[in-house]
C-alpha cells in the first residue's frame, strides 16, 4: 500500500493549538471476509506520534477497532504562531505515513 499523507488543519488560540487530522488507511480488523468468503488480512494503525517542535506531546496506541480512515483531534498548549506539529502513524504492517503544519 502506497500510504496517503496524514491531513492536518490547526487553529491557534491564545496559546492553544486545536488540531485535526484525517488519516487515509484502510483499517482491516481481520476478521472480515471478502466476496470469495476468504479472510482479508488485519492491517490497521498501531502507533500515533503527535510532535510540536520535534518534542512530543501525545502518543496513542490504536488496535483493530478504528474505523477506516480514521479523524483524530487533540489540543497543543504552549503554541504560538510559526510553531510546526507533526502527525505520524505506523501500522501492524511496518507502513507509515506523517503530515505536518505549521500555526499561523
Known amino acids: 500500500m502506497n500510504a496517503k499523507p496524514v491531513k492536518i488543519r490547526g487553529r491557534l488560540k491564545n496559546t492553544i493549538a ?3 487530522c484525517l488519516m ?3 483499517m ?3 476478521t472480515r471476509r471478502d466476496d470469495a468468503d ?3 488480512p488485519a492491517h490497521y494503525i498501531e502507533t500515533v506520534t503527535c510532535l510540536h517542535n520535534d518534542r512530543e506531546v501525545m502518543t496513542a496506541h490504536w488496535g483493530a ?3 477506516k480512515d480514521p479523524y483524530f483531534s487533540f489540543k497543543v498548549k504552549d503554541a504560538n504562531s510559526g510553531d ?3 502527525v505520524s502513524w505506523v501500522d501492524n ?3 507509515t505515513s506523517s503530515g505536518d503544519i505549521v500555526l499561523k
Open 24 to 26: 487515509p488507511h484502510p
Open 28 to 30: 482491516e480488523t481481520g
Open 84 to 86: 510546526t506539529i507533526k
Open 93 to 95: 504492517l511496518g507502513e
Open 65 to 67: 477497532s478504528v474505523s
Open 18 to 20: 486545536n488540531i485535526k
Open 38 to 40: 476468504e479472510l482479508i
